[in-house]
């Protein structure tokens, strides 16, 4: 579905934590004017169009002369989901506040429903993740202070 002189490239925008296809053909823009224009002036109903930003930036979006709810995927340079906006709405505007690489615009209602946004890590994901290490650290410690008591050393 390549509109206004963007290349359509044939790949597969996927959710890899859901194991579900996101779109199957999407509009690569990654000229400064493709990434302009956008999905402005247009209906994007069932178009998926992807930003590559290289340099990596912080931006902010806008649905300016868009004319139909979009859902929006913010990507790190590994390809991670650092943010996601659903349903933006026409004339609206969303600032992730992350520097992200990628940026992709999916029709409305192909991402999770609200508050199920598995991928993106909350302040409880890096909590858990915190004590797990700690306790495994912990745990690896009092293992070799045991090996040591059993072969005869004193480890202080």
């Not at 925008?13 to 004017?33: I, Q, Y």
């Not at 991402?111 to 994901?125: D, I, K, Y």
């Not at 993740?129 to 745990?139: G, I, K, M, P, Y």
């Amino acid at each position: 579905m390549a509109a206004r002189g963007m290349a359509a490239m044939c790949t597969t925008v996927r959710n890899f934590t859901r194991r579900k296809v996101l779109h199957r053909d999407p509009v690569w823009a990654r000229s400064r004017l493709q990434q302009a224009v956008g999905l402005m002036f247009r209906r994007p109903e069932g178009e998926c169009l992807v930003f590559v930003f290289a340099p990596a930036r912080k931006d902010a979006l806008h649905m300016w002369f868009v004319h139909a709810p979009i859902d929006i995927v913010v990507l790190d340079a590994m390809g991670g989901a650092i943010a996601l906006k659903e349903r933006l709405r026409p004339w609206g505007s969303w600032n992730p506040h992350v520097v992200c690489s990628t940026v992709i615009e999916l029709p409305a209602g192909a991402l999770p429903a609200p508050g199920r946004s598995e991928g993106v890590w909350r302040w409880h994901h890096y909590l858990r993740f915190l004590l797990f290490n700690v306790a495994s650290a912990l745990l690896v410690m009092l293992l070799i202070l045991l090996a040591l008591r059993l072969a005869g050393l004193r480890a202080f």
